[in-house]
């Protein structure tokens, strides 16, 4: 099986997406294994998937954050909910922003990851999702989680 890489941004740990028999896939890591190894999990996905990861920072910072639950709670050596994952798409990437800000009042997501990426705290507290990655970077920023978490 040949796998290319379709699009992946200048941080190794965002989720990419890879193309595989023809099949697109966004792949991604987080969790760890018996050794403290990153696990990676695919999930299928669509061509207005690639698109919108492409050219929406915000979007696919938030994609990130909904998966990375997901991720953690399949443990060591359980596989990823894909039924939840794939649930998450569609509204992450392609829905409007009350259709994402509503998602994310009822799903668990890493608030700590987008604060790393230069989210704007208070938008963040008031569920102004995509307001609050406007200033949002690829490039992580855990000194901003540390000023976050003292506060």
Known sequence: ?????????DNVWM????GEQGRLWIEVVGGADALHDPR?????ASEAHLE????????????????????V???????LDETA????LDPILLGTPADVEALFRSIAWDRRRLVA?????ELLGRGELLAALRPATVRSDWSLVERYDRA
């Open 15 to 18: 989720p990419c997406v890879i």
């Open 40 to 44: 990676q999990f695919t999930v299928p």
């Open 1 to 9: 099986m040949v796998r290319e890489v379709v699009f992946a941004r």
């Open 117 to 121: 990426q230069g989210a704007d705290v």
């Open 85 to 88: 994952a794939v649930a998450l």
């Open 52 to 71: 919108a990861i492409r050219h929406d920072l915000a979007r696919h910072l938030l994609l990130w954050s909904a998966l990375l639950p997901l991720c």
């Open 73 to 79: 709670a399949a443990r060591i050596r359980d596989p």
